[in-house]
């Protein structure tokens, strides 16, 4: 029976890539001279550092500029509150990898309202859809690709026949 996953995730060493040239940018800008402000990646978590707010806005920016150059969808990650103190200023931006249970009920329901004839089931952090045909599981994937509103970015892989 055909099926197809349906995941949310992000390429880990393009994160890694775009986390090297935001430090790398940050280090060599003259606003930032000076200052100790640097990007620390840790599984899937980047903390920012620096000495004040407005400059953890600008490096925001930086990162967020490097990180859609690398084709890493911008839904996938959460900027966490502040933690400014007098000299210090911390932050921390979460990516998000897989999808959550309200996401995937979203989707499974969205699929049953357009009345498909395809079964769809949660499995981890994942959705998997099969069908009898082929051309089900496409009209699935070009349904779920015209819906924009889901938070997470997703991705349609392990498609098989």
Known sequence: MPS???VSEVDKHELTNAVDQANKEVTTRFDFKGTDSNFELKELEIKMNTESE???D???NVLTAKLSKRGIDLRAIELKDPDVQLKTAKQSVIVHQGLDA?????IIKILKDAKMK??????????RVTGKKRDDLQ???ALLKSQEDF???LQFNNFRD
């Open 4 to 6: 197809f996953d349906i």
């Open 54 to 56: 407005f400059q953890l």
């Open 58 to 60: 600008q490096m925001y």
């Open 102 to 106: 309200p996401v995937a009920k979203k």
């Open 118 to 127: 395809v079964q769809a089931q949660i499995q981890g952090d994942s959705v």
């Open 139 to 141: 009209e699935a994937i």
């Open 151 to 153: 938070e997470r970015p």
